[in-house]
């Protein structure tokens, strides 16, 4: 039998409010690839910031390769040989791509000496091993979200950890970088590491794991053999109930017709990426927008909303040529944004749930500048159970929230400002299989109502299931633009890969 790296026994794990981890057993067997699973709130990231040393437990036990830890400290678990990527990319921004690397093994290294040289090169080829060839000595916040996420890894990496316990990271990779990060995992894993996955996509799991632990409210529901689940089973164990009522469903397909339309783009540059992007939006609309990484789709909904000014090319809005210079201008005219970076442009980390929704209202439940305390608890508890987000209550620190649910607070916060045109970039990134349905659901009833969606995505299986039209964008450009019977993943690939033709 393989050697257990990781053993963890009845580990309970209390906050305020909440009890995050109740008697859970977990246990990772050396050269495997394990998936930790559940809704948002389960309790998959705590369970991972006690394998890891970020928090202590109340109660349990922990072995590393068969040896009681009482673990105290990140860098103890790190020496044992437990590396760990959380969900919130844990990086320096300001501090170099080697210097972030170098920093990782050096538990000295604000007071001893780093040879930097070395450690240039170190991070070099670390990210060269990644597919990566970029300038290490850039600070970090100069690169995306992905290559973020991928330094993080390289970082893991270079530790030579025996286990790497990896909380949702692929959520900002797009295809190519994920098929690349699960090679490196399989090569890796072939080799003896073992791995500790935790992701919503489902497929990934189906993919890359060879063993599921399902957590549901803090509970182990069980541990299973990949082979004994399907994706249906998998959805029950993790919901509780069976699964026939959030899977499979589709758009009902019939198009609306001519709508009247709401925003129009002409030829948009924005001097770096976009190349002269023209669409339009009709009321009622849910235009999806695909594409890879780096394709302009989030520029495209940046310069909508006023947080970038186009270098050439207009926007309309009802017909009239219209421009924001600040995205309170877009608000005002009842523009919504839900950026894609919640860390950077989402959450305000220490404010309450109430407050992270309430804050683009205040005038709207104000008098004479003044907040009604009462009014701005009644929207956020109507929101906190319209997305059904679990929180301790409408107080809780939004920080202290599990990331899912955090996602779904953003969401609510731009829903709630009523708009008429909503920018989602990645809205469900992060969201468990069932609230995602609901979140479809509801987005595809208040474009029934007259709200027009445009929605970036790279799970284009979601496009496809609630968008009425689909964008494919490729190198700044609008390359097609599919509806009906168009609508399919091959003919989105087959666009990106440079078949289709300029729309
Ligand atoms: N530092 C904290 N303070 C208070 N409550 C917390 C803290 N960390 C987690 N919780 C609570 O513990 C519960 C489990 O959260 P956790 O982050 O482990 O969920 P998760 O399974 O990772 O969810 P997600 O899929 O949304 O990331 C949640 O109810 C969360 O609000
Ligand atoms: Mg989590």
Redo the contacts with the bound molecule.
């Keep these: 039998m393989a050697e257990r790296v990781i053993e963890m026994q009845g580990i309970s ?1 209390s ?7 109740d008697q859970v057993d977990f246990y990772l067997e050396e050269g495997e690839i394990h998936a930790l699973v ?12 006690v394998m890891t040393g970020m ?1 202590t437990a109340d109660a349990g036990e922990i072995r590393v390769a068969g040896e009681r830890v009482r673990p105290r400290s990140v860098f103890q678990m790190q020496e044992a040989g437990i590396s760990t990527i959380y ?1 919130e990319i844990n990086l320096i921004p300001h501090m170099s791509v080697s210097e972030n690397i170098a920093l990782a093994r050096e538990k000295t290294g604000l007071f001893g000496r780093i040879d930097w040289r070395e450690a240039r090169e170190r991070a070099r080829s670390a990210m060269a091993r990644l597919g990566l060839d970029l300038d290490v000595d850039q600070p970090l916040n100069r690169f995306s979200t992905a290559v973020q996420q991928m330094v993080a890894i390289a970082r893991a990496l270079s530790l030579k950890a025996r286990a790497v316990v990896m ?2 990271p692929t959520s900002s990779l797009n295809e190519g970088e994920i098929t690349n990060l699960f090679r490196l995992i399989r090569d890796l894993r072939d080799q003896g590491v073992s791995f500790v996955f ?1 992701s ?1 996509k489902l497929r990934e799991v189906f993919d890359l794991c060879q063993t599921v632990t399902v ?1 549901r409210d ?1 509970r182990l529901v069980g541990h299973y053999p990949i082979t004994e689940l399907d994706h249906f089973s998998l959805v029950s164990k993790m919901i509780g109930r069976d699964a026939r009522g959030i899977l499979g469903r589709h758009r009902d397909g019939t198009d609306k017709g001519e709508r009247k339309r709401f925003c129009e783009l002409n030829g948009i540059r924005d001097g770096r990426r976009l190349q002269g992007v023209s669409f339009a939006i009709g009321e009622g609309e849910i235009l999806g927008l695909a594409g890879l990484l780096g394709s302009g789709r989030t520029e495209t909904l940046r310069i909508l909303f006023g947080a970038e000014q186009p270098e050439a090319g207009e926007i309309r809005l009802d017909g009239v040529v219209t421009r924001f210079n600040y995205p309170r201008e877009a608000i005002a005219r009842h523009l919504a944004f839900c950026p894609e970076d919640r860390k950077v442009e989402g959450i305000i980390p220490s404010l309450s749930l109430m407050d992270n929704i309430a804050i683009t209202n205040l005038p709207r439940l104000s008098w004479r500048g003044v907040v009604s305390r009462a009014k701005k608890l009644a929207l956020a508890e109507d929101y906190i159970q319209r997305l059904n987000i ?3 209550g409408p107080r ?2 939004i ?9 779904k607070a953003i969401l609510a916060r731009w829903l709630s400002t009523s708009p008429r045109l909503i920018l989602l970039d990645e809205p469900t990134r ?3 299989v069932g609230a995602r349905a609901e979140i479809l659901d509801l987005i595809r009833r208040l474009a029934g109502e007259g709200l027009s969606v445009l929605m970036v995505s790279s799970e284009w299986g979601e496009l496809l299931e609630v968008c009425d039209r689909i964008l494919v964008y490729r190198d700044g450009r609008v390359l097609a633009s599919l509806v009906g019977e168009e609508m399919t993943e091959d003919r989105i690939i087959a666009t990106i890969a440079g078949e289709g033709r300029h729309a």
Aim: hydrophobic letters at 30%; charged letters at 20%; zero cysteines.
């Design positions: 794990k906050f305020p409010g909440v009890r995050a981890l559940g809704e948002n709130g389960a309790g998959k990231s705590t369970l991972i910031k928090y969900q909380d949702e935790v919503h957590l803090g679990r929180a301790a809780q620190r920080n202290t929230m599990s990331g899912g649910n955090q996602q992060g969201i468990d």
